[in-house]
């Protein structure tokens, strides 16, 4: 195999490697993101399906009582 060619191959590599580096920041970051978001809806839902039965206009009486 020849200088340069082995060069080649030792550059493509380091930069695939750094590549990789990058992604993976990437996927931890998104996931982090993700877990965060999930979180909140779980949050969410649950003020939604036990808020105060003062907020829950199914338990509110019409007017008119």
Not at 19 to 40: A, F, G, P, R
Not at 52 to 63: A, I, V
Request: glycine fraction near 2%.
């Amino acid at each position: 195999m020849d200088d340069k060619r082995l060069v080649d191959l030792e550059t493509k590599i380091s930069f695939q490697e750094i590549l990789i580096e990058d992604l993976q920041k990437i996927v931890n970051d998104q996931y982090l993101t993700l877990e965060k978001m999930e979180k909140n809806v779980k949050m969410l839902i649950d003020k939604v399906t036990v808020g105060d039965s003062s907020q829950n206009p199914k338990n509110e009486k019409p007017p008119h009582y």
